[in-house]
């Protein structure tokens, strides 16, 4: 397994549970009709605060346990990887923000829409990560 | 002798390549080795061994430099 691809990993599993946990509660919370109760704009501020340590302290590990045994700078093959997980993202993160503006325009809460905005951004980045793995996996 | 496996015959690139062979004769180079010279991971060269992924222009060459042949010693378009 190559260091970018030990990255990858380390920055998918460290970012994922913390928001996978928050957002599971929110879905669950606005599933129950308790929506508006349960979200709060402080509650995703802690969650993506201690997505955000977690995700540096695990890939500072992975960093430092491989250090000297390759580089972040992308060769050309890892460059097109990159670039089809960048383009996938970009498509999810323009339907999440449409979708948004269009919860705007029906007049739902702030609290939901600034939840569904930041989900679609973890979401998008997600997708970048699977992608990327899943190309590094697949040898192209 | 050419070496281009691949699983998905969809990934399968349009010509064969003899890098594994060349490495042999080079002393036994490792992918890895191979990689440090082209400037490309030891993953890129795997999958270029293997018929994966089609290298840019520049890296076909700079492979073949590595070995001293000319280009189409080292990749072979596969005809029909």
Same mark, same amino acid.
């Given at each position: 397994? &190559?260091?970018?691809?030990?990255?990858?990993?380390?920055?998918?599993?460290?970012?994922?549970?913390?928001?996978?946990?928050?957002?599971?509660?929110?879905?669950?919370?606005?599933?129950?009709?308790?929506?508006?109760? &349960?979200?709060?704009?402080?509650?995703?501020?802690?969650?993506?605060?201690?997505?955000?340590?977690?995700?540096?302290?695990?890939?500072?590990?992975?960093?430092?346990?491989?250090?000297?045994?390759?580089?972040?700078?992308?060769?050309?093959?890892?460059?097109?990887?990159? &670039?089809?997980?960048?383009?996938?993202?970009?498509?999810?993160?323009?339907?999440?923000?449409?979708?948004?503006?269009?919860?705007?325009?029906?007049?739902?809460?702030?609290?939901?829409?600034?939840?569904?905005?930041?989900?679609?951004?973890?979401?998008? %980045?997600?997708?970048?990560?699977?992608?990327?793995?899943?190309?590094?996996?697949?040898?192209? | 002798?050419?070496?281009?496996?691949?699983?998905?015959?969809?990934? $399968?690139?349009?010509?064969?390549?003899?890098?594994?062979?060349?490495?042999?004769?080079?002393? %036994?180079?490792? +992918?890895?080795?191979?990689?440090?010279?082209?400037?490309?991971?030891? +993953?890129?060269?795997?999958?270029? %061994? +293997?018929?994966?992924?089609?290298?840019?222009?520049?890296?076909?060459?700079?492979?073949?430099?590595?070995?001293?042949?000319?280009? %189409?010693?080292?990749? $072979?378009? $596969?005809?029909?």
């Amino acid at each position: 397994m &190559s260091f970018r691809e030990k990255i990858l990993w380390a920055t998918l599993i460290s970012g994922t549970a913390p928001y996978l946990w928050y957002f599971g509660s929110a879905g669950l919370a606005l599933a129950a009709g308790n929506g508006d109760t &349960s979200l709060s704009i402080g509650g995703l501020v802690n969650a993506l605060f201690v997505g955000l340590i977690v995700m540096i302290v695990a890939v500072v590990v992975v960093a430092v346990a491989n250090r000297g045994r390759g580089s972040m700078i992308p060769d050309e093959r890892e460059h097109r990887i990159e &670039s089809r997980g960048i383009s996938i993202s970009y498509h999810m993160l323009c339907t999440g923000v449409v979708l948004t503006i269009g919860a705007a325009w029906m007049g739902w809460s702030i609290v939901i829409i600034v939840h569904m905005i930041t989900f679609t951004f973890i979401l998008a %980045e997600l997708t970048r990560l699977i992608v990327e793995i899943y190309g590094l996996r697949r040898g192209y | 002798m050419a070496f281009a496996v691949a699983t998905d015959p969809m990934a $399968q690139t349009p010509f064969t390549n003899d890098i594994r062979t060349l490495r042999f004769l080079a002393g %036994e180079m490792t +992918q890895g080795d191979l990689g440090d010279k082209v400037g490309v991971t030891r +993953q890129t060269i795997a999958a270029i %061994e +293997q018929g994966k992924y089609s290298p840019s222009l520049e890296v076909a060459f700079r492979i073949a430099h590595v070995f001293g042949k000319p280009l %189409e010693a080292v990749f $072979q378009w $596969q005809q029909d």
